[in-house]
């Protein structure tokens, strides 16, 4: 019973919190990065081919690690991202962030967000797959 207050607890925070008390310092950067680029670019809007940039300059965090242990190189497909907005991503990583029970945003909500807004066919990975692989990331059962 108190687990699951708790769980709804952290659910409805991530949800109703503003993005800038959520988001790590990581997933900040990644944002960051990706606006970058798409300026770069002249792109008049951040999409998610911009935040698979970010993430593949970063190099580091969870969604990395994730895409790593999947076999996935970030730069190999970020050509077969389509154009989803990243204000879109970014309430769908909140989403992931809460279903997961999760009181901050990191870079493995973000690369969940992206699979939701483009399919399984943009990362070659289903969202279940990546969700089990970002959690046995998280619990350190992936080296």
Do not use: N
């Not at 699951?4 to 008390?21: F, G, M, N, S, T």
């Not at 580091?60 to 389509?82: C, H, K, P, Y």
């Amino acid at each position: 019973m108190l687990r699951k207050l708790l769980w709804k607890r952290r659910k409805r925070a991530v949800l109703h919190h503003p993005l800038e008390r959520l988001l790590t310092a990581l997933a900040q950067q990644v944002l960051d990065l990706a606006e970058q680029e798409a300026r770069t670019r002249g792109d008049d809007r951040a999409t998610a081919e911009h935040l698979l940039t970010g993430l593949a300059r970063l190099d580091e965090g969870v969604a990395v690690r994730t895409l790593s242990s999947l076999g996935i190189d970030i730069d190999a497909t970020r050509s077969r991202v389509a154009r989803a907005e990243l204000g879109r991503i970014v309430e769908r990583a909140r989403c992931e962030a809460a279903e997961l029970g999760h009181r901050y945003i990191g870079t493995e909500h973000l690369l969940l967000g992206v699979i939701c807004e483009e399919g399984t066919e943009a990362l070659g990975v289903s969202l279940h797959q990546a969700r089990d692989q970002v959690i046995k990331v998280l619990h350190g059962r992936v080296f």
